[in-house]
């Protein structure tokens, strides 16, 4: 039976494509970006997320704990990972849901349970699914599946990708996908692994592919200041962009700190700490030199 690791559903989106649609979160995801407001979508399997403030130190969680992964540091409970399997019983006991577990194991059937209920809404709006991540394409066979499944419904399929997936995983699944939703943040390739810790050659070779096809794609460039927002990176996408055989748009992101209480909560370090949101009036300047290129564009969160 073909399963998935997802870590999140969300319902009533408005954000991931047209109309009113549910979003389903894939864990894992290849890239490694300074600015991820998803850390828990970053690692392929199930995590253990802490949140200290809603701790009461009951002490619960250390006596259901048959590996002692779980141990007092002054006030302070802590997880040693090294001795963890991932069991559960910790976060099952949390009577203030302090630990949590981030992502769960889904089959195609209980991911289109899921997905049914809402197709009143996407009828009525024109919306449907969105699959995201992480990366979506890093699970591969669940992904394909998914998708079937959402055809046989006959449910519009959005596909938000970063791109970066041998050719023949796209080609496997594309004729199930109505949009994509393909992330584009930087084009010289140093910087790219820099932040992101993976060359754009192959991100960028899909997506020239993918338009040839004439699939409806729309580029996400999310605006991080002193990363990607410098003219040259805006105009380098503008002349890759405008190229482009077929081409539905590109949104702007601006960047945004939302998730940044998710990093201490999964012990991870926040490499961009010090960053603050784009300006209106340079989110207004990086949508007008686009539009120079005849590229239609859109501005948003």
Same mark, same amino acid.
């Given at each position: 039976?073909?399963? #998935?690791?997802?870590?999140?559903?969300?319902?009533?989106?408005?954000?991931?494509?047209?109309?009113?649609?549910?979003?389903?979160? !894939?864990?894992?995801?290849?890239?490694?970006?300074?600015?991820? /407001?998803?850390?828990?979508? +970053?690692?392929?399997?199930?995590?253990?997320?802490?949140?200290?403030?809603?701790?009461?130190?009951?002490?619960? %969680?250390?006596?259901? %704990?048959?590996?002692?992964?779980?141990?007092?540091?002054?006030?302070?409970?802590?997880? @040693?990972?090294?001795? %963890?399997?991932?069991?559960?019983?910790?976060?099952?006991?949390?009577?203030?849901?302090?630990?949590?577990?981030?992502? $769960?194991?889904?089959?195609?059937?209980?991911?289109?349970?899921?997905?049914?209920?809402?197709?009143? !809404?996407?009828?009525?709006?024109?919306? #449907?699914?969105?699959?995201?991540?992480?990366?979506?394409?890093? +699970? +591969?066979? !669940?992904?394909?599946?998914?998708? $079937?499944?959402?055809?046989?419904?006959?449910? =519009?399929?959005?596909?938000?990708?970063?791109?970066?997936?041998?050719?023949?995983?796209?080609?496997?699944?594309? #004729?199930?996908?109505?949009?994509?939703?393909?992330?584009?943040?930087?084009?010289?390739?140093?910087? =790219?692994? $820099?932040?992101?810790?993976?060359?754009?050659?192959?991100?960028?070779?899909?997506?020239?592919?993918?338009? &040839? *096809?004439?699939? =409806?794609?729309?580029?996400?460039?999310?605006?991080?200041?002193?990363?990607?927002?410098?003219?040259?990176?805006?105009? *380098?996408?503008?002349?890759?962009?405008?190229?482009?055989? /077929?081409?539905?748009?590109?949104?702007?992101?601006?960047? =945004?700190?939302?998730?940044?209480?998710?990093? &201490?909560?999964?012990?991870? @370090?926040?490499?961009?700490?010090?960053?603050?949101?784009?300006? &209106?009036?340079?989110?207004?300047?990086?949508? $007008?030199?686009?539009?120079?290129?005849?590229?239609?564009?859109?501005?948003?969160?």
């Amino acid at each position: 039976m073909t399963t #998935g690791i997802i870590f999140d559903i969300r319902k009533y989106s408005i954000h991931d494509g047209p109309g009113i649609r549910t979003t389903i979160f !894939f864990k894992g995801c290849p890239l490694n970006c300074w600015w991820c /407001h998803n850390p828990e979508s +970053q690692a392929s399997l199930v995590e253990i997320m802490y949140r200290e403030n809603r701790c009461i130190r009951c002490g619960a %969680c250390l006596e259901i %704990c048959t590996r002692g992964a779980l141990s007092w540091d002054t006030d302070l409970i802590i997880l @040693d990972k090294e001795k %963890c399997d991932l069991c559960g019983d910790c976060a099952d006991i949390c009577y203030t849901e302090a630990r949590q577990m981030v992502g $769960q194991e889904m089959t195609i059937s209980q991911a289109m349970a899921e997905i049914e209920r809402d197709i009143a !809404f996407y009828d009525q709006s024109g919306g #449907g699914v969105t699959l995201s991540g992480g990366e979506p394409l890093l +699970q +591969q066979d !669940f992904l394909h599946a998914l998708l $079937q499944a959402c055809k046989e419904k006959e449910i =519009h399929t959005v596909l938000d990708t970063c791109g970066f997936a041998p050719w023949e995983i796209l080609d496997r699944v594309r #004729g199930y996908v109505d949009l994509f939703l393909y992330d584009l943040k930087l084009m010289e390739d140093a910087k =790219h692994r $820099q932040f992101t810790g993976v060359s754009n050659k192959l991100i960028l070779k899909n997506l020239q592919v993918l338009s &040839s *096809h004439g699939h =409806h794609i729309i580029l996400r460039l999310p605006v991080i200041p002193g990363i990607n927002d410098d003219d040259d990176n805006v105009r *380098h996408i503008a002349v890759f962009a405008a190229a482009l055989p /077929h081409l539905d748009g590109i949104d702007i992101l601006p960047y =945004h700190r939302i998730g940044l209480d998710k990093y &201490s909560r999964l012990n991870m @370090d926040y490499k961009l700490p010090e960053i603050s949101s784009p300006s &209106s009036d340079k989110i207004a300047a990086i949508a $007008q030199t686009l539009r120079e290129f005849g590229l239609p564009v859109k501005t948003g969160d």
